[in-house]
């Protein structure tokens, strides 16, 4: 089972991207997917989650009016599009899934991919 996300880079404030979580040995549609993302010195967090029966979990405050979570079951990914990006957005930003339901809680996820860089600048 291999997890990556996707899509990072730099923008500008105010700007927007979309991160995408793929996976290779497993059906993301079976899971709860979540996206965390961590700050230089800081603790890992979590920001949105979607479970497997597509219940939305908002566990930032950047989740709840300027970041989505969808599924693209097609391509067995889950999106991340985030909008009026801040400079406090910048973070490495991972997917992570669990069975059935969402949690904020880390270890609570059994597969991580590797991270993506957004850094947000001018």
């Known amino acids: 089972v291999q997890l990556q996300a996707s899509g990072g880079g730099l923008v500008q404030p105010g700007g927007s991207l979309r991160l995408s979580c793929t996976a290779s040995g497993m059906t993301l549609d079976y899971n709860a997917v979540a996206w965390f993302r961590q700050a230089p010195g800081t603790m890992r967090e979590a920001v949105l989650c979607?479970?497997?029966?597509?219940?939305?979990?908002v566990y930032s405050d950047a989740g709840k009016d300027r970041f989505t979570i969808s599924r693209d079951n097609a391509n067995n990914a889950v999106y991340l599009q985030m909008n009026n990006l801040k400079p406090e957005d910048t973070a490495v930003y991972y997917c992570a899934t669990r069975s059935y339901l969402c949690s904020p809680t880390r270890t609570a996820y059994t597969e991580w991919g590797r991270g993506t860089l957004v850094t947000v600048s001018s």
């Open positions: 979607i479970s497997r029966s597509d219940a939305l979990s």
